[in-house]
């Protein structure tokens, strides 16, 4: 049987768990070869620690390209995330047009920030060029606070409850022509989850699941990762988002129940047979 195989445009950060330390053992779990392309190497990721270390792969990655492409590579999805300089949008984008065929997925997480701020390392010039990037994916996966910045809007600004999150997903479906997932998107007090807006359908519908009361790094990570590993499988999008849902919320659970720092992300290792989807 064969196995789809994804490229993998994030950063590597050695402790933290966020990006590829998420991406590529999801995707392998999930039965999908993960060929990661990365765009920076960092000690830790850039939330909750000082003095971390950035090694710039901006001129390794055209370096890459151009061997895959030599290769002949294909791949059934491209998928982006943490980008390491604002010359990397251009990068990804020639990526796209070399690698993207009729068939392939491509998913845009636009990793610029959460909670209302932007990351450390992106400049304004970044999220304009995120915001342009986007534009050329099958699905995007913003949290609020990156919905905020691609609608050009102040985050307290933004529509709020479920009308709100529905408004949001469908302004940022470019006319329909893209689906969107918004993730952070709480329907009650108790709940939270997903908004997904799909281009296939033109239907908006929630997705939502019990709210762990802590948050932790990288669990939109986490959430990107299932989902393109799910849809990459076939899976329609909101049946994917509950998938991701779900397992995101599994692995806060376990991570909250020992109580570990926000910085070290979801401690999801021993809950990755859930997605494996079978024994020997
Ligand atoms: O999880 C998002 C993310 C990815 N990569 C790096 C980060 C962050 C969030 O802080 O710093 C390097």
Request: glycine share 12%.
């Amino acid at each position: 049987m064969f196995t789809p195989r994804v490229a993998a445009i994030h950063d590597m950060s050695g402790f933290g768990r966020c990006s590829l330390t998420i991406v590529l053992p999801v995707l392998s779990a999930m039965g999908i070869q993960c060929c990661p392309l990365p765009t920076a190497f960092l000690s830790t990721h850039t939330s909750g620690f000082q003095g971390f270390t950035f090694l710039d792969m901006t001129d390794e990655m055209s370096r890459v390209a151009a061997h895959w492409k030599a290769l002949d590579l294909d791949f059934q999805a491209i998928y982006s995330g943490f980008l390491g300089s604002g010359r990397q949008i251009g990068i990804v984008e020639g990526f796209l047009r070399d690698f993207r065929k009729a068939d392939t997925l491509v998913v845009v997480d636009p990793v610029m920030g959460d909670h209302g701020r932007v990351y450390q390392t992106y400049t304004p010039a970044m999220c304009a060029g995120m915001a342009r990037l986007a534009e050329r994916a099958d699905v995007i996966t913003p949290n609020l606070t990156e919905a905020a910045l691609m609608l050009g809007v102040p985050y307290e600004a933004l529509p709020a409850g479920e009308a709100g999150c529905r408004e949001i997903v469908e302004r940022l479906s470019l006319g329909g022509r893209r689906s969107v997932v918004l993730t952070g998107a709480s329907l009650s007090e108790e709940l939270t989850g997903a908004m997904c807006y799909d281009a296939g359908t033109g239907r908006t519908e929630a997705v939502q699941t019990r709210r762990v009361p802590r948050e932790f790094l990288g669990t939109g990570d986490m959430f990107a990762s299932v989902l393109t590993g799910a849809l990459v499988r076939g899976a329609a999008l909101t049946d994917a988002a509950a998938q991701a849902v779900e397992f995101v919320r599994a692995c806060a659970e376990r991570t909250a129940a020992q109580d570990l720092p926000m910085r070290e992300g979801v401690d999801f290792e021993p809950l990755l047979g859930l997605l494996t989807g079978g024994g020997l």
